[in-house]
């Protein structure tokens, strides 16, 4: 089980004084979010009128986090609590966490039922046409996809920036009833966050309209299928989501490397903090062996930050804006 440590990025000098002198003990905190962009989120709208923390220990993987009774007791002592509601944090959150809160100190944001209510864009997961089950029969593997009759909507809903404009929306409107004496200076801070969010989506937009290709290939999970639908993109991935694999098989492999061949495609995106580099190296190999060349590049979807992004006060429209710079080239 990995140790939730709460980390705090508002303001980093006092942050990191906060988590050296706390042996034991829980953090205080006005705000705390289980991931990166509920926490980006937050703090592009509070600013300094409440402090803001994210659960997860920097450079760690979202999916494997597990909240330590220390974490629990910060949470309850919070005042707005942001979570996604999807796979990696619903099950614990409504079983360990819900059942402690107290609805009148504490307001819960869940961010995919906000995009629901608010008509956002939710899609299913869905498999990548390069995936091939690995280790497993394949009917096996595919019958019981039949047979999951509950519907699983992919819970990286961030990616989507008109999903990540609502979440902005709600969670100001959250900062606004707990705090009123501060409201104009939120709805100001909201109206600033969301005017760089637009001018991202722009960038996106005239990259993808003046691009030659219109298909992006990740050999790793792919936690961006919002993305890819809201600016009407092609994708490959050796994964959906962000499923567990380690490895993939021989067939998706080879699959991805003609996908890159024929699509003369000059880049292989991996994701940030990725665990499974070993994947594009060896797509990148057969794609050499046919005598093209590509080259490895990051995608940031912004479920957790380095260390060093973190210590910086990287935000995820920064992070998108190196996306857009990524795009422009492995789409040309
Ligand atoms: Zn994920």
Redesign the pocket.
């Known amino acids: 089980m990995k140790k939730g440590l709460l980390i705090s990025c508002a303001a980093l000098g006092l942050a990191s004084t906060l988590l050296l002198s706390s042996c034991g003990k829980s953090e205080e905190y006005d705000v705390i979010a289980t991931s990166f962009a509920g926490y980006d989120f937050a703090r592009a709208v509070a600013k300094d009128n409440l402090s803001c923390s994210m659960l997860l220990n920097p450079d760690t993987d979202?999916?494997e986090y597990s909240p330590s009774p220390r974490d629990i007791l910060s949470i309850k002592k919070s005042k707005v609590f942001i979570y996604i509601g999807g796979?990696?944090d619903e099950e614990w959150v409504e079983s360990q966490i819900l059942p402690q809160i107290d609805s009148n100190k504490t307001t819960v944001i869940n961010m995919m039922e906000v995009v629901e209510e608010k008509g956002g864009n939710r899609y299913e997961e869905e498999d990548p046409s390069s995936f091939e089950p690995e280790g497993i029969d394949s009917n096996a593997y595919y019958a019981k996809q039949i047979h999951d009759d509950e519907e699983e909507y992919d819970?990286?809903i961030w990616n989507s920036l008109t999903n990540a404009k609502l979440i902005i929306e709600e969670i100001s409107s959250v900062f606004k009833a707990i705090d009123e004496k501060n409201k104009e200076s939120y709805e100001t801070n909201k109206e600033d966050y969301i005017a760089k969010i637009n001018e991202v989506d722009n960038n996106i937009k005239d990259v993808i309209k003046t691009s030659s290709k219109d298909l992006i290939v990740f050999a790793d999970?792919f936690?961006l299928l919002y993305f890819v639908k809201e600016y009407g993109l092609q994708y490959d991935a050796a994964f959906k989501?962000?499923d567990s694999s380690n490895s993939a098989s021989a067939t998706t492999i080879i699959k991805l490397a003609n996908k890159v061949c024929e699509n003369d495609l000059n880049t292989i995106f991996v994701i940030e903090l990725s665990k499974n580099q070993s994947i594009a190296n060896s797509v990148k190999s057969k794609v050499q062996e046919k005598g093209k060349d590509v080259e490895i590049r990051t995608f940031y979807?912004m479920?957790n930050v380095s260390k060093d992004d973190l210590d910086k006060g990287t935000t995820y429209v920064d992070f998108m804006n190196k996306n857009v710079e990524s795009l422009n080239i492995a789409l040309n």
């Open positions: 979202l999916h796979e990696s819970e990286h999970k936690p989501g962000c979807t479920h």
